[in-house]
């Protein structure tokens, strides 16, 4: 799942780790404030935690979202208005009423759904960092979400507990650093060659060959996909089209129309975006190929969904 984020320029305050970005407008069901606070972890935790997203958002009516598939995990540390995840494929998948869960890599979209007043913590993990901090191999949690009271060991639960007590969002991102530090610190590390496997990956942009990769491990294409569906949660072939999908949707969200266009250039309109060039750029055979991926992936077609993003600011 993909959530979309309000754009900083740089972090500041609480020695340059936090940012603190208030949206106005948005769609009618929201407030018309919403809150972001942006933490950094500390430097040790870098390499696996990219960044800390707390939250503070109302909905006076029921705000439904769709969630696009991502082959990272979600993890949510709530307190407040409780949320519903739905998969429209399968209602086992989902979960209802719940403040805090993990959602698994996921290979298709889901919903989300949530009325009052939710506050919380947002963390979007690679996988392999996730199989660490959660114990227990991702294919366990391949398209679902689970409440964080029907994991293992409870400590998801007692921190949840603790972050809601903590008061202050440096506070929580600081309580947040310590409990993951112990948390890897007393897991064992992957198996090496998978690491490197999903960094190849990564480093592709989901264009390299699995060929090539199971050769360059000196495995065979079974063995590389067996281990793959078992730590990570999808398959060698299914990660990588989800990592070049994430590339040309973090376009719609992140960085824009125009990514790497420097500040100040105009954006273009609704409409003006070759998605040609964009298919290209990031891998796919053409438009078409793009727009399928899309419409598996985000349950919408890439101008669709850029229509439809909330205005900024």
Excluded at 47 to 56: E, I, M, S
Excluded at 74 to 99: F, H
Excluded at 150 to 162: E, H
């Amino acid at each position: 799942m993909t959530a979309t984020r309000p754009a900083i320029s740089a972090p500041r305050g609480a020695a340059g780790r936090i940012a603190t970005v208030r949206r106005a407008g948005g769609l009618a069901a929201v407030a018309p404030v919403d809150e972001f606070v942006l933490g950094l972890p500390e430097v040790s935790l870098r390499p696996f935690v990219n960044r800390y997203v707390g939250y503070r958002q109302r909905a006076d009516i029921p705000l439904v979202r769709r969630e696009s598939a991502g082959v990272f995990v979600v993890l949510i540390l709530g307190w407040g208005a409780p949320l519903d995840v739905t998969d429209p494929r399968s209602a086992q998948r989902g979960v209802t009423s719940v403040d805090s869960f993990v959602a698994g890599t996921f290979d298709g979209w889901c919903t989300t759904r949530t009325v009052g007043v939710g506050e919380g913590v947002e963390l979007l993990l690679a996988p392999l960092t996730a199989r660490r901090l959660l114990g227990l191999p991702l294919s366990e949690l391949t398209n679902r979400a689970v409440g964080v009271g029907q994991l293992p060991g409870g400590w998801l639960d007692r921190l949840r507990g603790r972050l809601a007590e903590t008061p202050g969002w440096s506070e929580r991102f600081a309580l947040l650093d310590r409990v993951l530090a112990a948390r890897l610190a007393a897991s064992p590390p992957v198996d090496a060659r998978l690491d490197w496997a999903w960094r190849w990956l990564v480093s592709s942009g989901g264009r390299g060959s699995v060929g090539v990769l199971a050769d360059e491990l000196g495995w065979s294409r079974r063995h590389l996909a067996s281990r793959f569906r078992q730590e990570v949660g999808l398959p060698p072939k299914m990660a990588a089209r989800l990592l070049r999908f994430q590339r040309a949707y973090a376009v719609l969200t992140d960085v824009g129309p125009t990514a790497g266009a420097p500040a100040g250039v105009d954006q273009p309109e609704v409409g003006a975006v070759d998605w040609a060039t964009v298919a290209t750029r990031y891998g796919y055979y053409d438009q078409s190929h793009l727009i399928r991926d899309f419409r598996q992936f985000a349950g919408a077609t890439p101008a669709a969904l850029f229509a439809a993003r909330a205005p900024a600011g």
